[in-house]
């Protein structure tokens, strides 16, 4: 696999002058998406924040639409990432997440002076990866780095052993469904805390490995029974608009019985990525 | 029981300008099929002399194909402004180039993910065949501000006076009895969760329900599933829409349909009826 720097600066948050609705037909203005967020990182409860499209850590993004589209295509979960200029300049972060950017994780000290306008580095290689003993099985946006700290293993019965914090029902699946796998994330929409709470998804984490049942994520995002995609919950907040909420950046998809689901509390980037506190 | 009664009386009837389209493609122009299959997508923009509402929405070989003449103000503000206030049934004429005069009827609208956002319109075959991409269409947009009286719950998107009165919902105790083709579970809506409901469609995946048959123009029922202000998930509600392209090869997409109705499922009685499609209703075929 070939690894190639993508140029990459710390987005600002824009705004379009107006409310939206949230799904109790409420007006809202709330923050979340672009910027520094320094006090919402991966490994931090998905939900409890009043935030929409809450990106934990830096968004990265590029303001030329070309190297945009290489940003977003090319970057992968795991990549490391450096900071070129300003005060953090030389520390290194980890791609967590893709939503309308490139999601990053640096260490406290750098998120406290990491701004808007910063330049990033995104050391990028995934894309390309493929399980030579399952070539039914899709891997998009999936950095050798991220599938070795997964400890993805092969069961007696020749299936791949995938640990998760939670199981996502078809009908949940909502905005970024008909987009390229490699682009963005698919929100799950959780926009009302009583159908959190109904779910069963308190407790899940912004970078936990999550499952997405009767999900083809291999060429697309779509529906298709018996199939099964897994992904990292990239952004969060309780605050969306309906037919968004939680977004789940896809890693891996293929036949359901390609894949031996496992439950563990901790299946979370924090600890495959080993990021730094 | 009869016919539910709106504040059509209360409703503003504005002008608003589209120009018909032509079809845009990337610097690449395949796109991925849900197989894997690369292909080059046709039936998007401009006009289309194969397919009219009433057709079935399978079978092409096409993505979206849309029917009949497709417009789109070249102002990104006033596009917006033509797809909130258009609504499907509004009159159409034609204001310039060798149609100019001919009137027609919006049947619907097509949001593609950041890409266009058109307005379909049905004219009639002479008037299809004259027409180029440029022309000027005026919309002749009445519906936005539509409520049902009695029934404040129910919000109404892309729905005009005259298609309300030939679809004639009945009113009943609690809501409305409304005729569709056919009722869907909510994991049908592919593409097109989170957008505003009154200028945007949703895809109809296949997959989780049976949409064999399934025809442009046809009334469609979706449950659990809101769209009183964007479109999402939501138990205990329901949506009315209407097909509003053919269907696609692309994986989490399908039939575009625009959305209608939407209110509390517990003010909805549905009666399956072949017969509930835009081109019987109004009769355009």
Redesign the interface.
Known sequence: MVEIGLEAEIAHPSHSGSY??D?Y?RPIILPGMAGVVANARVGDLVFPWAADHLEPGVSAGNPNRERYHALQFLSCVGNVVRVLDGPAAGALGRVTGKHAFVLVDFPRAALDVLAPGDRLLVRAVGQGLRLLDFEDVAARSCSPTLLEGMGVAVTGDGRLRIEVTAEVP??????G???SSEWANC?V?F??RE?VERLGFEHVRLGDVVAMH?Q?H????????GMCAFGVVAHGGYGG????GMGVATILSGPAERFEIVRAPDANLRRYLELAD | MSTATINESELLRTALVGDVTSPVLGGSPYD?????VPFVPVGAGGICYTVEVGMPAAGWAADQVEPGVSIANPSDPANEALLVYACVGNRVTVRSGAAAGATGVVTGKHEA?HAYKHVLVHLDKDALDAIVPGDRLVVSACGRGMQVDGLPELSCHSLSPDLWNAWAPQRRDAGLRVRVTRAL???????????VSGSTSV?L????ADLEHLRIGDLVAIH?W?A????????GRMTVGLVSTGDSP????GAATTILLSGPTSSFEFVEDGAANLADLLGLA
């Open positions: 939206t609705v799904s037909g078809a009908f949940m699946m909502g905005a469904l008909g987009m929100d929409m926009t009302r159908v009767d083809d291999r060429y697309g995002r779509g529906y298709r029974a608009i309906p037919g968004h | 991925v099929s849900a197989d894997g993910f579970p909510p994991e049908v809506v592919g593409m097109g969760s989170g957008r895809a995946q296949p997959g989780p659990d809101d009183s202000y964007y479109t999402g998930y939501h138990e692309v994986l989490g997409n």
